[in-house]
């Protein structure tokens, strides 16, 4: 069983320096209506953490210190 739901799955690998969204979990604040948006940033990775952390900060270095688990974000190509 775990082996048919692995073949699916592909790994995200993620570098320090690339630009990333989050995406804003349905318990946040910004996640309310039918027509709110679904991801929020762009974010700068500052770090890449053990086990699919990712340490992320705002474009402008605004938020800093920000840990963000890979599963929730996403890149974004400018």
């Not at 402008?60 to 890979?70: D, P, Q, R, S, Y």
């Amino acid at each position: 069983m775990t082996h048919a739901y692995n073949k699916k799955v592909h790994p995200r690998h993620f570098e320090v320096g690339q630009l990333v969204l989050k995406c804003i979990l349905p318990h946040q604040e910004k996640a309310k209506g039918k027509f709110a948006p679904n991801w929020q940033g762009p974010y700068l990775i500052k770090e890449v953490l053990s086990k699919g952390a990712l340490q992320v900060t705002d474009v402008e270095g605004k938020i800093t210190g920000m840990v963000v688990n890979a599963d929730a974000v996403k890149r974004y190509y400018i």
